[in-house]
């Protein structure tokens, strides 16, 4: 896919900063956003202006006989009482600041979707590098069971289950295959580029996660999240765009002024008139009410927003606890016991005092822990990584390995059109 020169990843050792990096540069929903804050700029441009005057050229008192006829250039200015001109530019400046911080909650849910990929492909690539040490050990066990088959020594049914374990971890390894290569395409398109390789990837998923807190975190969606900051500048819009209408009550004055000349005087002529609508019907009592209405609406909104963002929050902290414990019992007994069994019991086999059964039902146990080890490290990183997409990168990312979000949020530009949408 093409993108700009500046826009590019290294060949090795890519780290998540870096594609954080060209998300924020490639990523069209983030553009796209930033396009958004250039609409607002022109709307709240045009909101500032003055009404144009009006030119008009006009006869009258023509006789059918063509005997007297007045002529007269005129001009019509509105002139604008009231704040109703202060209060229009009130309001397509809010909706601007509500543009503005609609980029950085985008940029958030873009951030967390890189991150959340980047995660998937570590954990992918980390199981199928397990499952190939797995097969090669299955695959030894096998041929230990043929040559004793060959020797009739043992039964057919021996041969049969290392083999089947075999078919079943390939079958496996395939699967992790399909599923790392479609996390890798779905991050290239992501960042509108090609697919991006895990052997890439400089990071590893971490066999001990950190624990992480939860008031900290709970206090940082409530005070910083973007999508609370947009509720904020909604809001405010809102409030805007109910005194904006109610400006719009008090009429323009529409002052005008011609110069001309009649024919029944043989002279020249001026007139000046004023003129304005009066608000006798129309007092813009409906459009009151719907601002009103949605003013309350905004509000009620944020704090919907809240709610789903913490209660979302817990969830995934929920499934981040839970899979951290579970890996430390797993990690920290269950794989050195089994370790233990498998190498004691393996060390019998061949002094001839355990049968090969036994053999491998401990082969089996070891497997099975060795890649419920990793299934649950995997799965805390791609809870870490949607913690991060509801907190922000810095939850994730340490402070020397990349630029953090914060910055990029206060430094927000609005295109002018000067910038190639690609």
């Known amino acids: ?240 765009s109910l005194d904006r209408i109610r400006a719009e009550r008090v009429p323009d004055l529409n002052v005008s002024a011609g110069i001309g000349y009649s024919d029944e005087g043989d002279q020249g002529i001026a007139e000046i008139g004023v003129g304005a609508e009066i608000p006798l019907w129309d007092r813009r009592q409906g459009d009151i009410m719907s601002a009103r209405f949605e003013l309350m609406q905004r509000r009620q909104n944020k704090v919907v927003t809240q709610n789903r963002l913490l209660s979302t929050l817990a969830e995934e902290l929920g499934a981040y606890n839970a899979a951290r414990d579970q890996l430390a019992v797993i990690r920290d007994q269950v794989v050195p016991d089994a370790q233990r069994a498998f190498d004691q019991i393996d060390e019998s086999y061949r002094a001839g005092r355990s049968s090969f059964i036994e053999l491998l039902d401990a082969q089996r146990t070891l497997m099975q822990s060795r890649r419920t080890q990793i299934e649950l490290a995997g799965r805390a990183c791609v809870a870490r990584a949607r913690i991060a997409a509801i907190c922000g990168m810095d939850n994730l990312v340490t402070q020397n390995q990349h630029t953090t979000e914060h910055a990029h949020m206060n430094t927000q530009t609005a295109p002018d059109g000067a910038e190639e949408d690609r």
């Open 1 to 240: 896919m093409a993108q700009d020169d500046a826009a590019t990843l290294p060949t090795t050792s890519v780290t998540l900063a870096d594609l954080l990096q060209l998300a924020e540069q490639t990523n069209p929903e983030l553009r796209s956003s930033r396009f958004a804050v250039g609409v607002s700029a022109g709307q709240a441009w045009q909101a500032g202006l003055y009404p144009n005057p009006t030119a008009s050229v006009r006869s009258g008192e023509i006789g059918f006989d063509g005997d007297s006829s007045n002529t007269i250039l005129g001009v019509t200015q509105p002139i604008v009482i009231g704040n109703r001109l202060r209060a229009a530019v009130a309001a397509a400046d809010a909706e601007e600041a509500a543009k503005l911080a609609e980029v950085a909650r985008v940029r958030r849910e873009v951030f967390g979707r890189v991150a959340e990929l980047h995660a998937s492909v570590l954990e992918r690539d980390a199981q199928i590098k397990l499952v190939d040490e797995l097969i090669s050990v299955a695959s030894k066990t096998l041929s230990i069971a043929e040559t004793r088959f060959e020797a009739r020594a043992v039964a057919e049914p021996d041969v049969i289950r290392p083999r089947v374990e075999v078919y079943q971890l390939r079958a496996d390894r395939q699967r992790l295959a399909q599923e790392l290569a479609a996390a890798e395409k779905q991050l290239g398109l992501l960042l509108r580029t090609d697919p991006i390789g895990a052997d890439r990837l400089i990071a590893q998923i971490p066999l001990m996660p950190e624990p992480l807190d939860e008031e900290v975190l709970v206090s940082a969606v409530k005070l910083a999240h973007p999508a609370l900051i947009v509720e904020d500048r909604e809001i405010e819009a809102a409030a805007a």
